[in-house]
């Protein structure tokens, strides 16, 4: 069953007015519409629903809200009359109509953020937010539709990206944001697909140039050995590291949010927050430290490592948190490698592609890997391995520069040195 409700957003907009929205809500998801009308909160009747008498021409616009509200329950009959089981974005093309080609780009993608958020995919609605600010800050025109996001305009956009220090893969991460969120514009009638621009330009042209991602071993070894004593204000990148590496690579997120009743005896046992696969970890002695160095420091939650400052944060808080603390976390271990001499860039992901290359490297099947990193498709760990997979293969050619191979003459029956 579908609720329907007017409300007022909770953020103004650039006049300094709040939005009046159209919320739907069905089978526990979200969608929020703009009905093209705002005021202040004071001229808001919240129980009602409607506006205020001190609002100017109060009676026609709650007038119009009735109709609307109308209007979108008469959609909602007719799906039911035709026995359709419609979806939120069917909904919303019924809507708004014809008028959809005249929203723009600016608002269609606010309220894709929003639905990101609602729907507690923060950290999408994130990588959204960012690539919104950053096309805005090259486009000067805020009522733009997508229509007019031409080829030439893509173009001059990566130009200036590239002005601003942008390299390819940063840049193919802004055009693939741009790219999706103009798919989901045609998906939903806002842009007929004759005008979609990434036909002839190509995202695919901006690939990010290559590095190693994993460490060797001995490498690892070089950050646990770290001298905490010596770099107290390092200890915390270390130990995260450390913990991500012997817990099969378990990534900062779910770092984050690991809770004490999570550690079983023995064992850790959680639910992936990417994949939702479900987890069980053997603590070995290096995770086994690190708890009980964390147990001791006996915080007010009961969240394992001391990132989250209390339990009740609402998603958009605990993103806010994780940006600020991976950030931090990944400046701290770019430290770290220069202290200990590894010559390779180093983040929180390398921890996971380290633990999947050194495993290969003792013989584990790939197919093992894939199933310990919860990987859905082997295909997945293959490209995690992909580098690991050609130095071996270098490696053997140069044996055949360095070592003799006997070569059976079986015409003499006697051995050669090649």
């Given at each position: 069953m579908a609720k329907i409700n007017i409300l007022l957003r909770d953020a103004q907009n650039k006049n300094g007015q709040y939005p009046i929205v159209l919320r739907i809500i069905k089978n526990r998801k979200v969608k929020i519409i703009t009905l093209g009308m705002d005021c202040q909160k004071s001229n808001w009747d919240e129980k009602s629903s409607q506006f205020q008498k001190s609002m100017p021409n109060h009676i026609q616009k709650n007038l119009l809200l009735s109709k609307l509200k109308q209007k979108a329950w008469m959609i909602i009959d007719q799906f039911n009359i035709d026995e359709i089981d419609f979806t939120l974005d069917q909904f919303d093309q019924k809507f708004r109509g014809k008028a959809q080609s005249k929203i723009t780009v600016l608002e269609f993608w606010e309220d894709k953020i929003i639905d990101l958020n609602l729907g507690g995919r923060t950290g999408n609605a994130r990588a959204h937010k960012d690539t919104k600010n950053s096309f805005f800050r090259f486009c000067k025109n805020q009522k733009i539709l997508f229509k007019e996001i031409t080829v030439e305009m893509l173009d001059k956009y990566e130009t200036h990206m590239r002005s601003t220090g942008s390299n390819d893969g940063g840049i193919g991460v802004r055009m693939r944001e741009l790219r999706a969120v103009y798919n989901d514009a045609i998906k939903k009638g806002i842009v007929e697909e004759k005008y979609y621009p990434f036909k002839t330009y190509k995202v695919s042209k901006l690939k990010g140039k290559g590095?190693?991602?994993?460490?060797?071993?001995?490498?690892?070894?070089?950050?646990?050995?770290?001298?905490?004593?010596?770099?107290?204000?390092?200890?915390?990148?270390?130990?995260?590291?450390?913990?991500?590496?012997?817990?099969?690579?378990?990534?900062?997120?779910?770092?984050?949010?690991?809770?004490?009743?999570?550690?079983?005896?023995?064992?850790?046992?959680?639910?992936?927050?990417?994949?939702?696969?479900?987890?069980?970890?053997?603590?070995?002695?290096?995770?086994?430290?690190?708890?009980?160095?964390?147990?001791?420091?006996?915080?007010?939650?009961?969240?394992?490592?001391?990132?989250?400052?209390?339990?009740?944060?609402?998603?958009?808080?605990?993103?806010?948190?994780?940006?600020?603390?991976?950030?931090?976390?990944?400046?701290?271990?770019?430290?770290?490698?220069?202290?200990?001499?590894?010559?390779?860039?180093?983040?929180?992901?390398?921890?996971?592609?380290?633990?999947?290359t050194n495993l290969k490297q003792l013989g584990v099947s790939t197919d093992i890997i894939s199933q310990s990193m919860g990987h859905q498709n082997i295909s997945i760990t293959s490209a995690y391995l992909k580098d690991f997979e050609n130095d071996v293969i270098d490696d053997a050619n140069e044996k055949l520069l360095m070592e003799p191979i006997s070569i059976y003459n079986l015409n003499h029956g006697r051995k050669y040195a090649a």
């Open positions: 590095f190693k991602k994993a460490l060797s071993r001995d490498e690892v070894r070089l950050i646990e050995n770290l001298d905490e004593a010596k770099y107290p204000q390092l200890r915390e990148a270390k130990q995260l590291f450390v913990f991500s590496y012997y817990t099969r690579g378990m990534n900062f997120y779910d770092i984050m949010k690991l809770t004490w009743d999570r550690v079983e005896n023995d064992k850790i046992i959680y639910t992936r927050s990417k994949t939702k696969g479900r987890f069980t970890v053997k603590i070995l002695q290096p995770i086994q430290d690190i708890l009980n160095y964390y147990k001791d420091l006996n915080t007010d939650t009961n969240f394992v490592f001391p990132i989250l400052l209390n339990e009740g944060m609402t998603p958009i808080q605990i993103e806010n948190r994780k940006a600020k603390k991976l950030k931090r976390f990944n400046s701290d271990l770019k430290k770290i490698a220069e202290i200990v001499g590894i010559d390779k860039p180093l983040t929180s992901y390398v921890a996971r592609h380290s633990f999947a």
